[in-house]
């Protein structure tokens, strides 16, 4: 079992910027592909960004490349969203999951095993 727990959420203007962490229980996070998604009221849970166990590769949404960075540091278990020139259609909750696969199949919510449970990021015009 892998417990995550997602934070840095909140409110802020368009062309802002915000981070958000993910913090993970166990010894094990190094194994582990992280990815980071998002979902709106209504909405289908969507990719964003995702990133291979030891940081070799990162993997990204057209709607968000260039504008926001997925990175992690294993030694304190715990992987980042930096997100810049955010746009009101970024607003949602923003979720961390973690995942035993790899490569592009990480675009998929359903290669994930461990969900944290969100936190909200409003971005207002």
């Known amino acids: 079992q892998v417990q995550l727990v997602e934070s840095g959420g909140g409110l802020v203007q368009a062309g802002g910027s915000l981070r958000l962490s993910c913090a993970a229980s166990?010894?094990?996070?190094?194994?582990?592909?992280m990815g980071w998604f998002r979902q709106a009221p209504g909405k289908e849970r969507e990719f964003v960004r995702a990133i291979s166990p030891r940081a070799e590769m990162t993997y990204y949404a057209d709607s968000v490349k260039g504008r926001f960075t997925i990175s992690r540091d294993n030694a304190k278990s715990t992987v980042f969203l930096q997100m810049n020139s955010l746009r009101p259609e970024d607003t949602a909750v923003y979720y961390c999951?973690?995942?035993?696969?790899?490569?592009?199949?990480?675009?998929?919510?359903?290669?994930?095993?461990?969900w944290g449970q969100g936190t909200q990021v409003t971005v207002s015009s």
């Open positions: 999951a973690a995942s035993t696969r790899g490569g592009t199949t990480l675009s998929s919510p359903s290669s994930y095993a461990y």
């Open positions: 166990g010894r094990t996070f190094s194994a582990y592909s």
